[in-house]
């Protein structure tokens, strides 16, 4: 089961990348090489799965740091971790992977959640590259950069897919965390 950050806030924000990849497609000419004039549905496809991204990342620290709380009336170690968490998740910005891991492990204990990020064909430094790469584009598009970055559609096609199984690993990561070494019953069954 995933967390409700995976399926509200990555899963739906990263429909927009994937209905811009679908108009990509249907604005093709038919003719082979480049499509000149729809560089930037490639380039607006970027910048959505990165802020799919970011929202995932600090929705399920929120999560996570919620499934933490302790039952009954001793809560104030966990309402210092909870403002401290939120404290983080408001200066979060540019969710690469050092960065995603240090909220991670501030807010949760969890030491390296990029550890979690492997899948076939798909060892953990690379999907941190993989993530550093995009970060890059974003950053190109959102800052103006000129002339304007090539992403080329096949990049941009296969982006929606990558974050799906980066989140999916994360989740998997947290919730193992939570449950193994901190002892907590599941987060998201």
Not at 8 to 28: F, I, K, P
Not at 32 to 58: D, F
Not at 63 to 68: G, H, P, R, W
Not at 117 to 135: D, F, G, K, T, V
Request: net charge positive.
């Amino acid at each position: 089961m995933a967390s409700q950050a995976y399926t509200n806030h990555l899963v739906s924000v990263l429909a927009d990348a994937e209905e811009l990849n679908y108009a990509h497609r249907q604005l093709r000419t038919g003719r082979a090489g480049r499509q000149w004039g729809l560089g930037s549905l490639n380039r607006a496809t970027v910048v959505m799965c990165i802020s799919a991204w970011e929202s995932y990342v600090e929705e399920v620290t929120i999560e996570a740091v919620s499934a933490m709380r302790p039952p009954g009336h001793a809560v104030s170690v966990w309402q210092s971790i909870n403002a401290s968490a939120r404290s983080q998740i408001g200066r979060f910005n540019n969710p690469n992977a050092q960065k995603t891991r240090e909220l991670i492990a501030d807010a949760i204990g969890l030491q390296d959640i990029t550890a979690y990020w492997s899948w076939s064909n798909n060892l953990p430094q690379r999907a941190r590259s993989r993530l550093e790469e995009a970060i890059k584009y974003r950053h190109q598009v959102a800052h103006g950069v000129n002339p304007r970055p090539t992403v080329h559609n096949k990049y941009s096609d296969r982006l929606p897919g990558f974050f799906r199984q980066l989140g999916s690993r994360t989740d998997h990561g947290i919730r193992d965390y939570l449950i193994t070494t901190l002892g907590l019953p599941s987060p998201w069954p």
